[in-house]
């Protein structure tokens, strides 16, 4: 119940919006059962807006989280992934978009041996690397 003057600037922090507990407990949880329907169906549709809301919202908004969930699913499926960072010394910059200040270093895990020989295979171009690679001296 705010009043907001004509002509006035306004900006919605969604970092913060996003992560408010009286809409999502335990906010810093990985929980994606809050995103079922019977879950969300009781919250403020405005409550989780990534793509924007209202009039205006981006219109490939039902592709990109389409998208998003096959590369992210295809990826996860082969290999873990691992932070080096710790969550309390990640800084933001509020560009744009919301992005880290500097750039995230992790770890990526093949899922099997299997994939990841084939991973450090295909990384090489010539076998002098992959005989590097194993340790084997080459002449």
Not at 65 to 77: A, D, G, H, T, Y
Not at 107 to 115: E, S, T, V
Request: hydrophobic fraction near 40%.
């Amino acid at each position: 119940e705010y009043v907001i003057p004509k002509g006035t600037d306004t900006a919605i922090f969604t970092y913060a919006l996003h992560r408010d507990p009286k809409h999502f407990p335990e906010p810093l949880s990985f929980k994606p059962e809050r995103f079922f329907p019977e879950n969300s169906a009781q919250r403020n549709p405005y409550a989780y807006v990534p793509f924007s809301a209202g009039p205006r919202n981006c219109i490939g908004q039902k592709f990109a989280l389409m998208e998003e969930k096959v590369v992210l699913s295809s990826f996860l499926r082969k290999y873990r992934v691992e932070s080096l960072e710790k969550i309390e010394d990640l800084k933001l910059a509020g560009d744009l978009l919301l992005r880290p200040e500097k750039q995230l270093e992790v770890k990526i895990f093949p899922r099997n041996l299997f994939l990841w020989l084939v991973f450090v295979l295909h990384s090489f171009c010539n076998i002098k690397n992959i005989l590097l690679f194993f340790s084997i001296s080459y002449r």
